[in-house]
């Protein structure tokens, strides 16, 4: 079982709602990270936190806005999405340094979001 | 600039048949290298890893993977198919250097089907 938690697991959203995502973990992990996928395609980085501070930002439109309250805790917020963002956005968390786990990514479940 | 090449975005094998799933990898020095599975309409679960040591690595539900740094690849095996393994299987690398501001590079993902 995933120690990546994420919720919720579906979400609809019109283009002029704003929501969040949201993902915890208790691993311990300093690095979390917010990846998109789109069907039948590989998992995309789109931000990347390290020790609460953002430290890759994949040229995400603004329109997406990550946030990292505390080590355990990675939100992303949503404001005036696209029909195009539709897809699943995936959690993820490793060891910053990597230490004994050698940059292994950890991943949640997912949340499967609709725009429309 | 590291790349990960899957060959076959779909394989169809008989239960009880050996699964092959290729991967080669395209580095300067030998990266760390994963395989994760995603079963359908889920996150992505990491299946095994290799980072240095033994070439052959053991994972999870019977598949193992041999790095094979001459030939820059990293191939995933099992020897007898289950109709369970039917899944999208992603084939990663990421740089030895480490931190969250290391990126996985996945390749394009294979699309495994179980025939009864």
């Known amino acids: 079982d995933t120690e990546v938690t994420q919720t919720p697991k579906h979400l609809v959203m019109g283009m002029t709602n704003k929501k969040s995502l949201k993902c915890e973990q208790h691993m311990g992990h300093r690095a979390m990270y917010w990846y998109k996928q789109k069907a039948k395609k590989p998992p995309e980085l789109m931000f990347v936190y390290s020790y609460e501070k953002l430290s890759i930002n994949e040229s995400v439109p603004s329109r997406f806005s990550p946030e990292c309250p505390n080590s355990s805790l990675l939100n992303l917020h949503l404001h005036a999405l696209q029909p195009e963002d539709s897809a699943l956005y995936l959690c993820a968390s490793s060891q910053d340094p990597p230490g004994q786990d050698l940059n292994t990514i950890y991943f949640g479940e997912g949340s499967w979001l609709t725009v429309v | 600039a590291q790349s990960v090449t899957q060959l076959g975005s779909h394989l169809s094998v008989s239960e009880g048949a050996l699964v092959l799933l290729r991967c080669n990898y395209s580095s300067s020095v030998p990266p760390y290298l994963f395989w994760y599975v995603q079963y359908p309409n889920q996150g992505l679960q990491l299946l095994l890893k290799y980072t240095t040591g033994a070439t052959l690595v053991k994972g999870i539900n019977g598949f193992e993977a041999e790095f094979k740094k001459s030939e820059t690849s990293f191939h995933l095996t099992k020897p007898s198919a289950h109709m369970s393994d039917a899944a999208e299987y992603f084939c990663?690398?990421?740089?030895?250097?480490?931190?969250?501001?290391?990126?996985?590079?996945f390749g394009t993902g294979t699309l495994l089907a179980i025939q009864p």
């Open positions: 990663a690398v990421s740089d030895k250097d480490g931190g969250a501001t290391n990126k996985l590079i």
